[in-house]
């Protein structure tokens, strides 16, 4: 059973960056697809950025395009969310999900709990 487990929330600045990590256990990612997304308080979840099995990535929300990336290394079975010229609204839980194969546009199978993270002005 694929297990993920999100990590590098915190506080940032305006401005700033962060890293978030997307571990998982159980299974090899190698065949899997990944996703970030975000519910920030009071408003629906959204998708941030998605990558595919073969490396290709997708991107969910306008809002952090030219901001935020995403990379995977299979060799540690992680997936991270660069994310920066944060910004106050980027506040939100962060969540890691996965889906077996290499489709970015169906529904994730697998969610983390999420991490948090709050931009401060």
């Known amino acids: 059973q694929l297990q993920l487990v999100e990590s590098g929330g915190g506080l940032g600045q305006r401005g700033g960056s962060l890293r978030l990590s997307c571990a998982a256990s159980?299974?090899?990612?190698?065949?899997?697809?990944i996703g970030w997304f975000r519910q920030a308080p009071g408003k629906e979840r959204e998708g941030v950025l998605c990558?595919?099995?073969?490396?290709?990535?997708?991107n969910y929300a306008d809002s952090v395009k030219g901001r935020f990336t995403i990379s995977r290394d299979n060799a540690k079975n992680t997936v991270y969310l660069q994310m920066n010229s944060l910004k106050p609204e980027d506040t939100a839980v962060y969540y890691c999900?996965?889906?077996?194969?290499?489709?970015?546009?169906?529904?994730?199978?697998?969610w983390g709990n999420g991490t948090l993270v709050t931009v401060s002005s």
């Open positions: 999900a996965a889906r077996y194969g290499s489709s970015c546009l169906r529904a994730m199978d697998y």
């Open positions: 990558i595919s099995r073969s490396g290709g990535s997708t």
């Open positions: 159980g299974v090899t990612l190698d065949y899997y697809t």
